[in-house]
């Protein structure tokens, strides 16, 4: 029903609250502006959501200045999905391009200027999204053929060979992610991204230590490999 589908946020520290007081609040609070929600994503400051009808709405600490209830943040344009970490979000639209917007250290925003972005600005590469996971200084991504790319700091994170891993040199565009694996979905974190291929496998590359690509090794992987079977008994 409508009433199930209205948003509640709770179990958390909210900087403001979305109410307009500043109290952390430890049971669902309503979210207010009345919006019916399909989905919502939670960044450090602030949240996002999406509505039924496929609006982008968000509050919190997402621009300057901050804002307590849900504000539109883009215009004209209907997002399938969105994604948040800590401090920048992107989404991709129903037509599979991605828009990111928020701070801009190491270029996870995927655009020229480092400087951060408080609205939506498209991502470079002209690339077909199904989806796309906001990581701490990198996005990844899945195209509408079940190819991952990346974009960002340009460390073990981006997934790719070509990169020197030495120098670490920002990737404004998408960078495919090598190997040749068609994946479902990917995620990205703080030091590491993760995705299930077309086939069912789950492959993790970026920061090993300690062990948590599931390869049983506690060293840092460029490039995807694979998850091994967990060990029981």
């Given at each position: 029903?409508?009433?199930?589908?209205?948003?509640?946020?709770?179990?958390?520290?909210?900087?403001?609250?979305?109410d307009?007081?500043?109290?952390?609040?430890?049971?669902?609070?309503?979210?207010?502006?009345?919006?019916?929600?399909?989905?919502?994503?939670?960044?450090?400051?602030?949240?996002?959501?999406i509505?039924?009808?496929?609006?982008?709405?968000?509050?919190?600490?997402?621009?300057?200045?901050?804002?307590?209830?849900?504000?539109?943040?883009?215009?004209?344009?209907n997002?399938?999905?969105?994604?948040?970490?800590?401090?920048?979000?992107?989404?991709?639209?129903?037509?599979?391009?991605?828009?990111?917007?928020?701070?801009?250290?190491?270029?996870?925003?995927?655009?020229?200027t480092?400087?951060p972005?408080?609205?939506?600005?498209?991502?470079?590469?002209?690339?077909?999204?199904?989806?796309?996971?906001?990581?701490?200084?990198?996005?990844?991504?899945?195209?509408?053929?079940?190819?991952?790319?990346?974009?960002?700091?340009?460390?073990?994170?981006?997934?790719?060979?070509?990169?020197?891993?030495?120098?670490?040199?920002?990737q404004?565009?998408?960078?495919?992610?090598?190997?040749?694996?068609?994946?479902?979905?990917?995620?990205?974190?703080?030091?590491?991204?993760?995705?299930?291929?077309?086939?069912?496998?789950?492959?993790?590359?970026?920061?090993?230590?300690?062990?948590?690509?599931?390869?049983?090794?506690?060293?840092?992987?460029?490039?995807?490999?694979?998850?091994?079977?967990?060990?029981?008994?």
């Amino acid at each position: 029903s409508d009433h199930r589908r209205r948003l509640l946020v709770g179990l958390g520290l909210f900087w403001p609250d979305q109410d307009g007081g500043y109290d952390d609040r430890q049971t669902p609070t309503a979210v207010s502006g009345g919006l019916t929600f399909a989905s919502v994503s939670a960044g450090n400051n602030h949240f996002c959501g999406i509505t039924t009808s496929g609006a982008v709405n968000c509050w919190g600490e997402f621009r300057t200045p901050l804002s307590i209830s849900p504000t539109p943040v883009l215009a004209g344009i209907n997002l399938a999905s969105i994604s948040e970490y800590q401090n920048h979000t992107c989404g991709v639209e129903t037509g599979g391009a991605a828009y990111c917007w928020g701070h801009n250290w190491g270029g996870p925003l995927g655009i020229e200027t480092k400087a951060p972005q408080g609205k939506p600005v498209a991502v470079l590469g002209g690339l077909a999204f199904a989806s796309a996971s906001a990581g701490e200084t990198d996005t990844c991504s899945v195209t509408t053929t079940g190819d991952a790319h990346c974009w960002g700091l340009g460390d073990d994170r981006i997934g790719s060979d070509s990169i020197d891993q030495r120098t670490m040199p920002v990737q404004t565009r998408p960078v495919a992610v090598s190997g040749g694996l068609k994946f479902e979905s990917v995620s990205a974190g703080r030091f590491r991204v993760c995705g299930v291929t077309t086939a069912g496998a789950a492959y993790c590359w970026g920061g090993g230590n300690p062990g948590r690509l599931g390869d049983a090794l506690e060293k840092n992987k460029p490039t995807p490999v694979a998850v091994a079977a967990p060990i029981c008994g």
